[in-house]
């Protein structure tokens, strides 16, 4: 296993690079200068503006600017922020971890619902409960995240003032209270990202368990006295799984993609929130920082699934 995920890490390793170098050059070829602010404040002497630019290599050519980042990066400096004024590694850093939270909490929560109810479908095709939960899956994926989002807000926060709608993260509470805040304020942001991703991940699941259901294998187990839950569970939920954790391994960039809008309904403070604002600040260490962050997850995630196929299917082989 240890000699497969080394393997598998030196082969993404070009494809990072890759990633790295062609989001640096189309950075670099977009219109805007990050020190765009800089020259249109007349307090700042135009030499001081000039030595910015000399020390930053603002106009160097791309080549040797990628170079220096690349080197820069493999030493663990990812830049300075222009807009923030702080090092680029130190403004993720504050970041990720929100993000990781209310990304993963919406996974788990898309998982918990669409398991139990894709699995019980599929075992009852166009029966009542089939119906109403595949009406219920297309009007879930059907509808973006920024509306339910808005819905949830005008519902529960302005009507009801159940939720609050500002993701906060200086909470002034303490113990079990801060606790109980820090939940509340999660549940609308993580409803809206798990409920999208659960009305695609069930009818998958569906489908999935609806192809595993009809083999040989399954109708042996059967013949052999086997209960109906000792089948399902054994022989058809753990081999149906195998396309779904590709699935959600592929699914990855779009739930980022998801978490930046959702960010910026519910104001929380996560990396996707740092990429718009500093998109629209022109902070190019940033955008580049950010995007390549996006781009490690992925490869994380997809090497993660590979894992987790050889536990569904003893078959599969790291060798």
């Known amino acids: 296993m240890g000699k497969y995920?080394?393997?598998?890490?030196?082969?993404?390793?070009?494809?990072?690079?890759?990633?790295?170098?062609?989001?640096?050059?189309?950075?670099?070829?977009?219109?805007?200068?990050?020190?765009?602010?800089?020259?249109?404040n007349a307090n700042i002497p135009p030499e001081v503006q000039a030595a910015l630019r000399v020390k930053f290599g603002i106009d160097d050519p791309i080549l040797v600017r990628y170079l220096r980042w690349l080197v820069a990066m493999l030493h663990?400096?990812?830049?300075?922020?222009?807009?923030?004024?702080i090092d680029v590694d130190r403004l993720i850093l504050q970041r990720v971890p929100t993000t990781l939270f209310i990304v993963g909490s919406s996974q788990i929560l898309a998982l918990a619902i669409a398991l139990p109810v894709g699995v019980y479908a599929a075992m009852?095709?166009?029966?009542?409960?089939?119906?109403?939960?595949?009406?219920?899956?297309?009007?879930?994926?059907?509808?973006p995240t920024f509306f339910t989002g808005l819905l949830l807000i005008l519902i529960f926060s302005v009507n009801l003032g159940w939720l609050p709608f500002v993701y906060r993260v200086d909470i002034d509470a303490t113990g079990w209270h801060?606790?109980?805040?820090?939940?509340?304020?999660?549940?609308?942001?993580?409803?809206?990202?798990?409920?999208?991703?659960?009305?695609?991940?069930?009818?998958?699941?569906?489908?999935?368990?609806?192809?595993?259901?009809?083999l040989d294998y399954v109708t042996t187990a059967r013949s052999k006295g086997l209960s109906e839950g000792k089948v399902v569970l054994k022989h058809v939920v753990r081999n149906a799984l195998?396309?779904?954790?590709?699935?959600?391994?592929?699914?990855?960039?779009?739930?980022?993609?998801?978490?930046?809008?959702?960010?910026?309904?519910?104001?929380?403070?996560?990396?996707?929130?740092?990429?718009?604002?500093?998109i629209l600040a022109n902070d190019t260490p940033v955008i580049m920082a950010v995007t390549f962050v996006f781009a490690c997850l992925v490869v994380i995630f997809n090497l993660l699934a590979d894992i987790i196929y050889g536990w569904l299917d003893p078959r599969i082989s790291y060798r």
């Open 5 to 40: 995920i080394l393997r598998r890490l030196i082969i993404a390793l070009p494809s990072l690079l890759g990633i790295s170098l062609i989001l640096f050059v189309l950075l670099a070829l977009a219109p805007g200068d990050p020190f765009g602010e800089l020259a249109a």
């Open 76 to 85: 663990g400096d990812w830049g300075f922020s222009f807009a923030s004024r």
């Open 124 to 143: 009852r095709p166009y029966s009542i409960f089939d119906q109403i939960a595949n009406t219920l899956a297309f009007v879930g994926f059907s509808l």
């Open 178 to 214: 801060w606790y109980w805040e820090y939940f509340k304020q999660a549940i609308m942001p993580v409803s809206v990202l798990g409920l999208f991703q659960a009305a695609s991940y069930t009818r998958y699941v569906r489908s999935a368990v609806l192809d595993v259901i009809r």
């Open 242 to 278: 195998i396309p779904v954790v590709t699935l959600v391994a592929l699914q990855m960039p779009a739930v980022f993609g998801g978490a930046i809008v959702t960010e910026q309904i519910f104001r929380i403070p996560g990396i996707g929130s740092l990429l718009i604002t500093a």
